[in-house]
């Protein structure tokens, strides 16, 4: 059976968004606010898909969102944050207003990950790479020496 389909495919924009969609999406949100995606595209005038509307508004065109670099405390924020809940990124983006999940994600692989292991610390971890490395080491050792018995 399944899901009945989130729009007619043969009839949907697909690729780069023009200026001109931006600005009839915009302009739908803000009279209509957020929510029934699903619609949003015929109500627009917009021949894309709702999914694709949706992530276009959340990820580009929210204007709480924040342009730019990342500040020195939001790095340390991502670091700590990491530590004490790992890859589960939206939970992160919600004590970091204006940055999204998918942005932190990616800022965190390309540029935290690396500093941290520049400082020989395991991204993983958190802890020095040697610790890391040792821990992981006895952890074979211990199972290497249990299966052998």
């Known amino acids: ?18 200026r001109e969609e931006d600005e009839r999406l915009v302009a739908h949100v803000r009279a209509h606010g957020e ?8 109500a627009a005038g917009l021949l ?7 992530l ?14 990342f500040s020195r405390d939001e790095d340390e924020l991502i670091v700590k944050l990491h530590s004490l809940l790992g890859n589960k990124w939206s939970l992160i983006a ?3 207003p204006g940055r999204t999940d998918n942005e932190i994600k990616n ?10 292991l520049g400082r020989g610390i395991d991204p993983v971890t958190h802890r020095p790479l040697t610790d ?14 249990a299966s052998s018995e």
């Open 132 to 145: 890391a490395a040792t821990s992981c080491s006895r952890a074979a050792s211990a199972s290497a020496a």
């Open 1 to 18: 059976m399944g899901r009945s389909p989130c729009c007619e495919k043969a009839h949907t924009n697909k690729g780069a968004w023009t």
């Open 94 to 96: 919600a004590r970091l």
């Open 35 to 42: 929510g029934c995606w699903r619609s949003l595209p015929s």
């Open 48 to 54: 894309r898909c709702g999914k694709s509307c949706r």
């Open 56 to 69: 276009r508004w959340i990820n580009y065109l929210r204007p709480d969102l924040k342009r730019g670099n």
């Open 107 to 116: 800022y965190w692989n390309t540029h935290i990950r690396r500093k941290l």
